[in-house]
């Protein structure tokens, strides 16, 4: 049973534009250097490490030392959980919201 706390931290670590762009870059170039998320993304290196490691703090990403250098690469089912929870919240049928007459939905 994944724990409301456990998603927040999932979403609290989705929470910034350049988490959002580094996990884009991740995507589109599988293995990436940490040098070349820093060229993509356009960020300061210390600030592209912060949320590096945000983001492996999280799950949802891994790194692995290879020689000078860090490979990062997605870890995919780490938002697993965040998924189904938001595939949980589909619209109730029409008619079974209790809002008052009159009001708009």
Not at 11 to 23: F, G, N, T, V, Y
Not at 89 to 101: Q, V, Y
């Amino acid at each position: 049973m994944v724990t409301d706390d456990t998603l927040a931290e999932l979403a609290k670590s989705l929470a910034h534009p350049a988490r959002l762009r580094i996990l884009r870059v991740l995507l589109a170039t599988p293995g990436c250097i940490g040098g070349e998320i820093v060229e993509a993304v356009g960020l300061a290196q210390s600030t592209v490490s912060e949320h590096l490691r945000i983001l492996k703090a999280a799950g949802l990403i891994t790194g692995e030392i290879d020689g000078p250098r860090i490979c990062y690469a997605l870890s995919p089912a780490a938002l697993a959980p965040l998924g189904a929870f938001i595939d949980s919240l589909t619209p109730p049928p029409e008619g079974a919201c209790c809002l008052p007459a009159g009001k708009d939905r």
